[in-house]
């Protein structure tokens, strides 16, 4: 692998004196390179993303957890880090791989160096790796599970890492939602961010929702308030009752982390019994993955996933396609679907299922990122259909 994976542009990691930071895979391959961000180890699925911008916001996105993430663009760290780029505030993701070192800042938005957010997070990361060979492999072989050590003395024990790599029991069967979610209810504040005036305040909502957290990204949640929605979070244990109460007029099932069919033990009977009520709800991501569950249908962990800011899903009601934010590493298996679930969006990459919507009832999801963050802007349409449906069911 060493040798296949050195390629003219990249660093040869042999010529490095010496190594301070690895790759250790499960099967034993060792990736040697530099170390950059803290001096720390860190074990999870190596997963890749392709998108050219956005970084920050990728390594904040809840769903990354228990993931190290392969970044097969080059220039990573050329806007920097800033305090306004979060998906949340307890970044899950466990570390990072880069072909080259961390680009110099360069924007007006840059508060600090990409290297001095990565430390300030107890992040490892490590530069020097023929990132895409390493893609190709996980394209080839599928995700493998492997730890990611920064170390400055370069004296590893590799056996031991490859042990801890071996140990890992690995994402499929995994619940890791319980660990990023919110400890308790909060009222979400705050608009989406506009070039003239940053964080914009919400607009007068017109309707009431709970949004269930399995590990939601913030962007959701302003696209939400943007469109209407006064939105209430809840953690994702809440019961049925917990929901409730609060009244909502319609329900949001976050993104998040991990396997849905772990994570659907404690969620999916929720989900069910919110179906019944004729609640319009609406789904992204792990939310549209435990829906499908909720509704009977059945979930599997793909290959390589999707993950990257430019992936065409199909909208199979208008024909038009979209230009999608993704990451997932599970999806639903479109034969497991009942009759009154109507597949609504397919992935032009590889027929994926990427949307779904009961025919009798205003429930809907998808499994790519309408609110980007990083990513176009297409699918924002979504979240206008969710109140649009709230406002027809409160008409009834
Ligand atoms: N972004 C997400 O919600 C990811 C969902 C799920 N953890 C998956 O990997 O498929």
Known sequence: MTAAATSAHAPNPDETPTATALIVLADGTVLKGRGLGAETKAVGEICFNTSMTGYQEIMTDPSYAGQIINFTFPHIGNVGANPEDVETQMVAARGCILNLDITEPSNWRSAQ????????????A????????????????????????????GLFDIPALVAEAKAWPGLDGMDLAKDVTCHQTYHWEGGLWRIAGGYQAAPKPRFKVVAIDYGAKQNILRCLADAGCDVTVVPATATTDDV?????????????????????????????DLIARDLPIFGICL???????????????MGLGHRGANHPVKDLETGKVEITSQNHGFEVMAESLPADVAITH?????DCVEGLAMKSKPVFSVQYHPEASPGPQDSHYLFHRFVENIAKSKAK
């Open 287 to 301: 939310g549209h993955q435990m829906l499908a569950l909720a509704l009977g249908g059945k979930t599997r962990k």
């Open 346 to 350: 397919r992935s032009l990459f590889d």
């Open 244 to 272: 409730l109460r609060h009244q909502p007029d319609g329900v949001f099932l976050s993104n998040g982390p991990g396997d849905p069919a772990a994570t659907g033990q404690y969620a999916v009977p929720v989900i069910r």
């Open 126 to 153: 490590i530069a020097g790796i023929d990132t895409r060979a390493l893609t190709r492999r996980i394209r080839d072989a599928g995700a493998p599970n492997g730890v990611i050590v920064h170390q400055a003395d």
């Open 113 to 124: 160096h990409f290297d001095a957010w990565l430390k300030a997070n107890n992040l490892p």
